[in-house]
């Protein structure tokens, strides 16, 4: 691991970052943010349906526990109240999936524990919910966990920003959000997309696959979405500090003039250098003929699995609602 290249000021790692990038080091790093922050810890139990209060004295009375050996396996992530709660954590990345594990804890609960959970944590979308016995089985994903902390309650929060950073750049959460859609109006902005392949946003986590922006009314661009680019990489930063994170423009891309046309594009308009943006950079676009546009009219429900109105913060949809709505397939 290179930490620190010549001619730069910083690395660009956080601490977390020496755990490494496999599972284990993903199942520690966020057993550790509960472990630091009893926000993040009381609304992960929220999550999963565990109605204990956010107190000092609930916290000094919780128990973390990592990789802990029993007759029945080891677990890798505990937590619990004596009498209250029992929740054992099962993390999988990539495709893996806990199959075994969802009989083979049932007998390691504490008895005396009013409610038991076995959270079945993997990188594929799975809500589903069984009881067995007295055990809750309840299953969920990566990408939900961040979008659990990514609002602005929790990133103001170093901790939680550092862990939201290594699990995006590390683990590559691609599963969920397919599409990202966002209104595009500003004219730097407009530049910044269509000369050097890349969108800038204010920060925020998460990873699409693609990116498609809906060129608003007075934007002095065709209006609606006329281009969809593959998502190379994204980086979270201060555009000061782009000499730190070359190496991480590499990853994304072997060609040097991609890679100077996005460092050309990160200093475009920098009125503001030492606020943090996060930047999506871009393969070529795909192109459309004709526009996609936002569902019109008022009627309740307009928009459902696509756009309508202001588009939210975030707002991604499938590749099949999206082929949906391209014209030259309908």
């Known amino acids: 691991m290179i930490l620190k290249r010549p001619e730069t000021h910083k690395t660009t790692y956080n601490l977390l970052d020496l755990l490494g990038s496999d599972e284990v080091a993903l199942s520690k790093a ?55 709660y029992h929740i054992i954590v099962e993390c999988k990345i990539g ?76 683990y590559k959460m691609r599963e969920l959000k397919e599409i990202l859609i966002q209104d595009l109006s ?11 392949s890349i969108y800038r946003r204010d920060q925020t986590f998460g990873t699409p696959i693609y990116f498609a922006p809906y060129f608003n009314r007075g934007s002095g661009e065709i209006e609606g979405i006329t281009a969809l680019s593959r998502i190379l990489g994204i980086l979270t930063f201060k555009p000061d500090d782009i000499e730190n994170y070359r190496s991480d423009l590499e990853s994304f891309t072997t060609d040097v003039n991609i890679i100077d046309k996005w460092m050309n594009g990160i200093e475009l308009g920098n009125d503001n250098k030492d606020f943090t943006y996060t930047y999506y950079f871009l393969d070529e676009p795909l192109t ?33 609602d999206f082929i949906k709505h391209i014209p030259e397939l309908m």
């Open 30 to 84: 966020f057993s550790y943010l509960l472990a630091t922050d009893c926000d993040s810890y009381f609304h992960f139990l929220r999550f999963l349906g565990v109605p204990i209060k956010n107190t000092l004295t609930n916290y000094k009375s919780a128990s973390i526990i990592t990789e802990k050996k029993r007759n029945e396996g080891r677990t890798d992530i505990e937590l619990s109240q004596e009498g209250k």
């Open 95 to 170: 495709k893996g999936k806990a199959v075994k594990q969802r009989t083979q804890y049932l007998t390691a609960f504490d008895k005396e524990a009013q409610t038991k959970i076995l959270c079945i944590l993997t990188q594929e979308r799975d809500t589903n919910k069984q009881i067995e016995k007295d055990v809750t089985i309840r299953n969920t994903s990566w990408l939900e966990i961040i979008e659990l902390f990514n609002n602005k309650n929790f990133t103001q929060k170093p901790i939680v920003t550092d862990f939201l950073k290594f699990a995006t750049k590390n």
């Open 186 to 196: 500003d004219q730097t902005e407009i530049r910044r997309f269509k000369e050097f």
């Open 288 to 320: 459309f003929k004709t526009p996609l546009k936002k569902d019109g009219g008022r009627e309740k429900g307009r928009g459902k699995d696509w756009i309508a109105a202001m588009i939210p913060p975030n707002r991604c949809v499938s590749f099949t």
